[in-house]
């Protein structure tokens, strides 16, 4: 699996855009429990990174794509930031990547800190859990690279379906 360069969103502009997802999840959300929301949120879109990359690297029933691998990627990403923005954990620098030769290393690593983040939170008031985040951050740009992913455009498809399917959906 050959790498590019991968393209990176900007993270103030990520954090400017999970502080407006957060705002309007809130009008449809109440906010006791948001933050448990939030780290299943993120624990759930690292499975489904992960089940696309099976897929795609053909080691699932069903075959996969590479957008389909990509869109889940930047499902991580926008949660993540999104998540930091809800329990008020500001996310540290997300330094840049080399491409790993092995790109099951950083998909494994993103789903294994993303449950690492879960316990945190859930079963250790959340101490401990910034670190996570700002670790899931990196390992999904990592991926990005490795797998050769461009996550800047991923992001803005992400974000163009969010704002036009809506917020939740009615019960």
């Given at each position: 699996?050959?790498?590019?360069?991968?393209?990176?969103?900007?993270?103030?502009?990520m954090a400017r855009l999970a502080e407006d997802i957060t705002d309007r999840l809130r009008?449809?959300?109440?906010?006791?429990?948001?933050?448990?929301?939030?780290?299943?949120?993120?624990?759930?879109?690292?499975?489904?990174?992960?089940?696309?990359?099976?897929?795609?690297?053909?080691?699932?029933?069903?075959?996969?794509?590479?957008?389909?691998?990509?869109?889940?990627?930047?499902?991580?990403?926008?949660?993540?930031?999104?998540?930091?923005?809800?329990?008020?954990?500001?996310?540290?620098?997300?330094?840049?990547?080399?491409?790993?030769?092995?790109?099951?290393?950083?998909?494994?690593?993103?789903?294994?800190?993303?449950?690492?983040?879960?316990?945190?939170?859930?079963?250790?008031?959340?101490?401990?859990?910034?670190?996570?985040?700002?670790?899931?951050?990196?390992?999904?740009?990592?991926?990005?690279?490795?797998?050769?992913?461009?996550?800047?455009?991923?992001?803005?498809?992400?974000?163009q379906i969010l704002y036009t399917r809506g917020w939740r959906d009615p019960r």
């Amino acid at each position: 699996m050959p790498h590019t360069t991968s393209s990176r969103p900007d993270p103030d502009q990520m954090a400017r855009l999970a502080e407006d997802i957060t705002d309007r999840l809130r009008e449809h959300f109440p906010r006791e429990g948001e933050g448990v929301r939030q780290a299943l949120a993120l624990a759930e879109e690292a499975g489904e990174f992960l089940a696309a990359y099976r897929r795609w690297s053909g080691r699932a029933r069903r075959t996969g794509t590479l957008n389909d691998v990509a869109a889940e990627l930047a499902d991580v990403l926008i949660t993540t930031y999104v998540t930091a923005c809800v329990l008020d954990m500001p996310l540290g620098r997300v330094p840049e990547f080399l491409p790993d030769d092995n790109p099951d290393l950083p998909v494994i690593g993103l789903f294994r800190l993303a449950g690492s983040f879960l316990d945190s939170y859930v079963n250790n008031d959340g101490k401990g859990a910034e670190v996570y985040l700002t670790s899931i951050a990196i390992a999904a740009q990592d991926a990005a690279t490795t797998i050769g992913i461009d996550l800047r455009a991923a992001v803005d498809a992400k974000v163009q379906i969010l704002y036009t399917r809506g917020w939740r959906d009615p019960r």
